[in-house]
DNA sequence: CTGAAAGCGCTTACAG
DNA sequence: CTGAAAGCGCTTACAG
């Protein structure tokens, strides 16, 4: 029977006892502020090591309540049908929102149209007038992206980039998943499921393919495992920039037609839901279908068969450690870690119902 | 842009001024406390609905922590090489331990030995006789495991179950995984990669096999799986009551002489290592092989090729929110959650890297 | 360079 | 039934 902990820990009062001097002054120690003499601070120095001292965070949180208000601003895609998706994200920082709320911390949304560069920048405009402490964005439209990472950088304000990186730029934090790994992932999954016989498509459905960073770089990944593990049969692709179901299905079934033999289809992003329901339609159970994103439609087709594997970076938690991240550091002066790389989970029929976002 | 909250939260004291009464009234009527006039009651509730008042939870604490210690018994496996996977938990327990002692509160480990029941009695009577304020156990071992829970409830002690749960007994609280499914999708991942002609292994190694309830479980559930979908060329069994991988090996490879034609195994356990090892002394890299537990030996079978599938529930989260789960009953009187079930996690060659216990 | 005092928002004896 | 006051451990003007 081992004790973790015996006594009490000592708090600056008791340090103060100690080294007979003010709990200012402990304190001025404590934070390496100016205005200490080198002999007091030795001396407090020494006590606090023996002790071990750690500071009661929620007494220092208390105290600070009195400062004043932290404003935060997030730059997010507006929440449609089709961007299902960001609800997660925007849930996380909700969350994390609702917790630091009693300490000073606002949080403000500033929404961008995922379809056009326009509404981006203008947004990146408003944010830089309203002068945030920090801000959480995702890069979806780099060059404007960068223009309000370089203003923040500048500026000495923190920002937290989430969902995807922009590449060769080194970012002060970003925390999502490691994308070309995600389809390299994709690929191993593909190749367990399907004999050497089989030809796999790559489906990109995206009103931006050429410029989509994520989608490019999951490819990559995916086709580097076929690179590495040897190929399957045939890869092919469908490219579709139409994202309604009509179109979209149209351009499959051509697909499906002309090519014998598909074992799997690869969808890069959540769309997979529009090559699941014509899968069905066609009732072809027979194809492997592997997709993106924990949304209402991807989990009725996984529920359903149509879809074999979803991969899923933790959306929420993504939003929730970004905001957390910002928090800590404008606050505590937290370090803030470069890279945060969230697990590529899997999901399958049989244990979507225990995940957790 | 919306505002995600406009004014700074009120707080008793503005409560109070607004009722014309003190804090103190404020504080009986937030917590439900006798010896308040029903009048004065009414006319402190509605201005704490009203301003939606929201307790500082930082200021509860921190007032809290002027009250005594909290003693809390943790009843788990000792930890050895054979018994790896139990450091994960305790990592989590220790974790939490860390972020609470400041609040006062004691995490004492009592330690049984996973092969003699006689040591986890033993353990129990000491817990008892500890008279702690809440206790975190696994019940390797029903029997003495339901004494201490009968104990608990009796003496209206929290406890909280960790990993494994007792069939057919409710349990105050459960963290851990849907064991049955567990197995369940053990038999969907390998029906992923087999194709119908060949045979499969369920391999249980373990000292107590047949009143180990969690092997037992996956084993129905994987059976299950087979008898919904359809079974494959054969379903074969191999049990191994010792452990050593000199026993174990040989058992395995008669069996791989006997039964041509195997295409997977799936061993029940974290001991899918020694499977591994056989596997890879064989150069049988055409058997797939899934198995539990993200341990050193595990993670380097996966790295190498000769583990397929990792099945993986996060035991250290278990163990934090096993912690933290009383802490909050404790201190807060939160209620707790009877069922917490964990994701089932799958890791493979491509995704461990990122996966967070 | 140093200290006394007020305050963060809540809880808790204690007094009436 | 109700209130004034002290305290949780830390931070921060302010005074010297």
Avoid at 26 to 53: F, P
Avoid at 121 to 137: C, D, M, N
Avoid at 306 to 311: E, V
């Amino acid at each position: 029977m081992k004790k973790n902990n015996a006594k009490a820990a000592a708090g600056v009062k008791e340090i103060a006892r100690l080294a007979q001097v003010s709990i200012a002054t402990v304190d001025r120690v404590i934070h390496n502020r100016e205005g200490v003499s080198e002999k007091t601070k030795a001396k407090i120095q020494a006590i606090i090591d023996k002790l071990g001292y750690q500071p009661n965070v929620l007494a220092q949180r208390l105290a600070l309540a009195a400062r004043g208000t932290i404003n935060l601003a997030v730059l997010l895609p507006v929440i449609s049908p089709e961007t299902e998706f960001w609800q997660a994200p925007k849930d996380g920082i909700n969350k994390a929102a609702g917790e630091i709320r009693q300490y000073g911390v606002n949080v403000t949304y500033f929404y961008f149209d995922q379809n056009d560069e326009s509404t981006f920048e203008k947004q990146v405009k408003k944010i830089i007038k309203a002068r945030p402490q920090g801000i959480l964005l995702t890069p979806t439209f780099p060059d404007p992206a960068l223009q309000l990472m370089e203003h923040s950088r500048r500026e000495g304000i923190p920002y937290v980039l989430i969902n995807t990186d922009i590449p060769g730029y080194d970012a002060m934090c970003y925390i999502g998943p490691e994308i070309f790994h995600s389809g390299y992932l994709a690929a191993q999954l593909i190749n367990y499921c399907v004999t050497g016989d089989k030809k796999v498509v790559i489906a990109k459905i995206a009103r931006e393919i050429d410029n989509n960073y994520a989608i490019l770089r999951k490819e990559e990944g995916f086709r580097a495992y076929f690179k590495d593990h040897g190929l399957p049969n045939g890869l092919l692709t469908l490219d579709s920039k139409q994202t309604e179901y009509a179109v979209a299905s149209r351009k499959l079934a051509k697909l499906i037609r002309q090519e014998p033999g598909i074992g799997a289809i690869f969808v890069t992003n959540s769309r997979v839901s529009l090559v699941a329901r014509y899968l069905e339609a066609a009732g072809r159970k027979d194809i492997i279908l592997v997709g993106y994103d924990f949304t209402t439609d991807n989990v009725q087709h996984l529920k359903a068969g149509n879809i074999d594997f979803l991969i899923c970076e933790k959306p929420q938690e993504q939003g929730y450690r970004g905001i957390m991240t910002l928090f800590q550091h404008l606050v505590y002066s937290n370090a803030i870690e470069k890279n945060y790389l969230m697990p590529i989970d899997i999901i399958t029929r049989e244990n979507y119902r225990f995940y957790r976002n």
